[in-house]
């Protein structure tokens, strides 16, 4: 799957919550809180702040959290009609200082939402699957595992 096929299943998905539920009062709002949740468990897999802990991460479980993130990411490009074009020029390759940057995004997103800040959001979380050693394809393995997932819930009533 390319990741242009990736982004269009993604927004295929958007389409069947809303079909599902209909139109979510405060959508963009709860997206940003439910990223800065993802981003947080994704930090929290890769294990890179426990200096207190000898506890190897699994790159399994970082890569479905990461996949997590970047649909979560995608559906803002989706909202804004963004394309999913990646660009990793000039970001740092310290995984402190991107994820930094990533939650202070995310946060100032709610109050004050912009182009930059959502493609920056998404770029970033692409070149953290690169730091961390992903390959696209496993990112998009891992997002593609997701959108079946996914699926499978909304099919699920009491979910």
Known sequence: MTLQELYFKNCELDQKYVEKYGMIPD???????????????????TKCFKYWSVKKPKKDEMLEELADCLMLSMQFLHYYHFDCEVNMTGLTDSVLELLNELFQMTSCLMQEASVARVKGIYWRLWKLGKVF??????????????????????????Y
């Open 27 to 45: 959508y963009f709002a709860k997206n940003c809180i439910a990223l800065l949740v993802e981003l947080g468990e994704f930090t929290n897999e």
């Open 133 to 158: 050693g992903f390959s696209q394809e496993e990112i998009i393995d891992a997002c593609e595992k997701k959108i079946k997932k996914c699926y499978h819930r909304l099919e699920d009533e009491n």
